[in-house]
């Protein structure tokens, strides 16, 4: 299993325009293989003494921070499918205006060492 994993900061006030991005980048990203997409809005993010998630991002006042991932069958799905969708003209039609900092947002990839999950409701 791999993980793309994503941190970011959002104004408070963008939140349904980022859910509805959100909403329509995981239909990409599920065209393209992804596993299973899922976003995150700050609920209980603690400001820590030497780091956290806030300063990781650089957030401002007001801003609210997601932690979204996605998983794929492998790194090698996860890079087809970045591949892929680069093409796709769904990609290219971004928002006139983002609804958050794209230069302070964070992303890595993982490979899974470890998963349990108990279903219930999302």
Same mark, same amino acid.
Do not use: C
């Given at each position: 299993?791999? *993980?793309?994993? *994503?941190?970011? @900061?959002?104004?408070?006030?963008?939140?349904?325009?980022?859910?509805?991005?959100?909403?329509?980048?995981? @239909?990409?990203?599920?065209?393209?293989?992804?596993?299973?997409?899922?976003?995150?809005?700050? *609920?209980?993010?603690?400001?820590?003494?030497?780091?956290?998630?806030?300063?990781? *991002?650089?957030?401002?006042?007001?801003?609210?921070?997601?932690?979204?991932?996605?998983?794929?069958?492998?790194?090698? @799905?996860?890079?087809?499918?970045?591949?892929?969708?680069?093409?796709?003209?769904?990609?290219?039609?971004?928002?006139?205006?983002?609804?958050?900092?794209?230069?302070?947002?964070?992303? #890595?990839?993982?490979?899974?060492?470890?998963?349990?999950?108990?279903?219930?409701? #999302?």
């Amino acid at each position: 299993m791999y *993980v793309m994993g *994503v941190v970011l @900061a959002v104004p408070e006030g963008n939140e349904a325009e980022y859910r509805k991005m959100a909403e329509d980048m995981a @239909a990409i990203f599920m065209d393209y293989g992804a596993l299973e997409v899922v976003e995150n809005w700050e *609920v209980d993010v603690p400001d820590g003494e030497v780091t956290d998630f806030r300063k990781a *991002v650089a957030a401002k006042e007001g801003e609210k921070i997601v932690f979204s991932w996605a998983t794929f069958a492998s790194k090698e @799905a996860s890079d087809k499918a970045h591949e892929e969708m680069m093409e796709d003209e769904r990609m290219k039609a971004q928002p006139e205006t983002m609804p958050f900092d794209g230069k302070r947002m964070i992303f #890595a990839g993982f490979r899974t060492i470890f998963s349990t999950r108990t279903e219930g409701d #999302a």
